[in-house]
């Protein structure tokens, strides 16, 4: 596959005698949406930190747009900013306004000036229905409006691609659906995204592909409706047993 954003080569990886993920081999196109499903500790949050380094590898490769992924250093950084990520938390500035937090980084490291970097911060904002909220400090917001702002703050480095590690988790259920629709939306414009959830209407709704991992490993990759309706793996039909049927 040529168009590939992302591609993951016999990817290894160990907490000292845990093998956590074993030689994954992945392959994301440009605009697609894969949705990471599995039980708990099958290495879905960790496959999605070695996209940008967050967790090293022990061997194998990882490429986005072509290019490996660097060690250490600069180019490092640079290949970091092409790759947006948004976790449990939402690692906001507490210190600084809903603005500064996504100004910070287009002016630090892309050199843009204020005043252009305002100006994309407040349409990002308004996109993620946060903008009447620029000149407030993290704390005054709901949870679910500081993940949104977390989102837009990863948008304004114009990523290639956004990594979502379970984005709403932390949040009270009443939150959740309107961060699901901003990355439902941002989906539908054609940003390639990985995503690690538990919502699994979320990824019947926005997944191109279901990636589902168990013990360390991908057991299976299908259509949303071809996983929901016609798992083929014992491990899958487990899991959504548990899920569906809770």
């Known amino acids: 596959m040529n168009d590939s954003l992302v591609q993951l080569k016999n990817v290894n990886k160990h907490f000292g005698a845990l093998h956590v993920l074993k030689d994954i081999n992945l392959s994301v196109g440009k605009g697609e ?17 070695t996209i940008n380094r967050l967790e090293t590898i022990d061997s194998g490769e990882i490429s986005i747009d072509g290019k490996l992924l660097p060690e ?14 948004v976790f449990q938390s939402f690692n906001l500035f507490a210190h600084k306004s809903i ?6 980084g287009p002016r630090k490291v892309l050199g843009k000036s204020k005043a252009e970097a305002e100006e994309e911060a407040m349409a990002l904002l308004a996109k993620v229905g946060v903008d009447s909220q620029a000149q407030k400090m993290p704390a005054q917001l709901s949870g679910g409006q500081q993940q949104r702002v977390a989102i837009a703050r990863a948008l304004a480095m114009k990523p290639k691609v956004m990594l979502f590690d379970e984005p709403t988790s932390a949040l009270d259920p009443e939150m959740v659906n309107e961060v699901l629709e ?11 995204m990985i995503v690690v959830t538990h919502e699994m209407g ?26 929901f309706t016609n798992p083929k793996s014992d491990r899958a039909k ?4 548990k899920i569906l049927n809770h």
Do not use: H, Y
């Open 33 to 49: 949406v894969i949705i990471l499903l599995g039980p708990s500790g099958s290495g879905k949050s960790t496959l999605c930190r």
């Open 72 to 85: 250490e250093g600069k180019a490092l950084a640079q290949l970091r900013a092409e790759v947006g990520m």
């Open 99 to 104: 603005l500064d937090n996504v100004t910070l």
């Open 182 to 192: 901003t990355m439902v939306s941002l989906a539908k414009e054609g940003m390639t």
């Open 202 to 227: 979320f990824a019947r709704r926005a997944a191109d592909r279901i990636v589902f991992l168990a013990d360390g490993e991908i057991v299976e990759e299908a259509t949303p409706t071809e996983f």
């Open 238 to 241: 487990d899991f959504l047993g």
